[in-house]
């Protein structure tokens, strides 16, 4: 066991004390673990197999492979299968982690995006004479009607505090 300690941490490309610092321990008796004067706890077995996702059987018994697949070996596969770039990697892991609620927004969000986006080609494809390009004076208009209609009943609306400017493109 003592050896396999050695090779993983060299599998690791660390040192004595990074491995150390890792568990918790002091350089010395990792040390000490790895030329056989010292025997490795339960503790720290269980330590090494979780921070480095080691195979407990393999690091006691020398059983099975090294390391415990994870979802990030998952995600190296379909790296593979479907030729993804880091982005697309990093995106899809970050939303595996997410809660059920924040997926569900991260979809929605995705959604708009798609049908925005359709809506966007359709528009792309039609003949240039029957796409409607609403001014910057037309987009105000609206702007300014919408924000009224949501001041409500106050007595006071958008329109009061926006200046004259505002107020005469609403009346156009």
């Known amino acids: 066991m003592n050896e ?3 090779e ?6 660390i040192s004595q004390s990074e491995f150390a610092d890792t568990l918790n321990l002091k ?5 000490l673990i790895e030329i056989g004067k010292r025997n490795p706890s339960d503790r720290t077995i269980s330590d090494i197999c979780q921070k480095f996702n080691v195979s407990e059987s393999w690091i006691r018994n020398g059983t099975g492979e090294v ?3 994870t979802p ?7 790296r593979e299968e479907f030729h993804l770039d ?13 809660d059920e609620e924040k997926r569900n927004a991260v979809q929605e969000f995705f959604y708009n995006v798609l049908n925005g986006m359709d809506a966007v080609n359709r528009q792309e494809s039609e003949p240039e004479s029957s796409v409607h390009k609403t001014t910057v004076e037309e987009a105000e208009a609206e702007y300014i009607k919408k924000i009224s209609n949501s001041a409500g009943n106050t007595g006071s609306t958008a329109l009061n505090s926006t200046g004259g400017d505002m107020e005469k493109a609403s009346s156009e």
């Open 86 to 98: 880091d982005f697309t990697c990093s995106f899809v892991y970050e939303y595996l982690k997410l």
């Open 8 to 13: 993983l941490r060299k599998m690791l490309g």
């Open 4 to 6: 396999r300690i050695r």
């Open 67 to 69: 390391f415990i697949k």
């Open 27 to 31: 350089q010395n008796s990792i040390s």
């Open 72 to 78: 990030s070996s998952t995600i190296e596969k379909l």
